[in-house]
């Protein structure tokens, strides 16, 4: 517990002393340039657990896809190290790691200028292994433009896609101006919804 709550701080630590990568993505005009963008985002993900790192060169490789608190939830449920060196496990099928998407004519791209959002969502048809049955489903992310950098700040479950398509006006706009938590109320949120996993750092 005390170590989950050490690299909690870490985190946040390291966003008050580094900027946003010049890098950062400001034109998503077509349906190419949005699929390299999201390639490019699951791969600086699965680049994370090949060798061990420091924080901020974390930070920097995530930091031109995603929004600050998409990062800070994926490194608080995946990063591991120690002794200022550290690395994310190698699961890419693990909890905020972006869809492996195919790319194909299941995948739906759709870029709002008005709004400023891209809503990229694909759809997984059923399998069957062995004697389970997994169902078909949707998986989705919301991509926004926030300070004039497109970023990765939202991962949609099959209920969400599924409400958006269903009411698009309404969900999609619900969706889109949904207010992103400070830093510190993400720490608030998280310590509530794992209550055995995580100290509430304002009481640290």
């Known amino acids: 517990m005390m170590k989950k709550s050490f690299f909690i701080l870490l985190i946040i630590s390291v966003w008050s002393i580094y900027p946003y990568s010049i890098h950062a993505t400001s034109h998503l005009t077509s349906r190419n340039e949005v699929v390299t963008f999201v ?53 890419e099928f693990g909890k905020y790691y972006l869809p492996y998407y195919q790319f194909s004519e299941q995948t739906t791209i759709d870029i709002d200028k008005e709004r400023n959002s891209i809503l990229l969502y694909e759809y997984y048809e059923p399998i069957v292994f062995g004697d389970k049955i997994y169902e078909g489903a949707y998986e989705g992310i919301l991509i926004r433009k926030l300070n004039d950098r497109w970023l990765i700040t939202n991962m949609l479950s099959d209920k969400e896609v599924r409400s958006i398509l269903n009411s698009k006006e309404e969900n999609y706009s619900t969706l889109v101006y949904m207010p992103l938590f400070s830093i510190e109320n993400q720490v608030t949120y998280i310590s509530k919804n794992k209550q055995s996993q995580v100290l509430n750092i304002n009481r640290m």
């Open 39 to 91: 390639e490019k985002a699951f791969r600086a993900q699965v680049s994370l657990s090949k060798e061990v790192r420091e924080m901020e060169e974390m930070k920097e490789i995530l930091e031109p896809y995603f929004s600050d608190n998409f990062i800070y939830l994926f490194l608080n449920e995946n990063l591991t190290g120690e002794q200022g060196k550290f690395y994310t496990f190698g699961n």
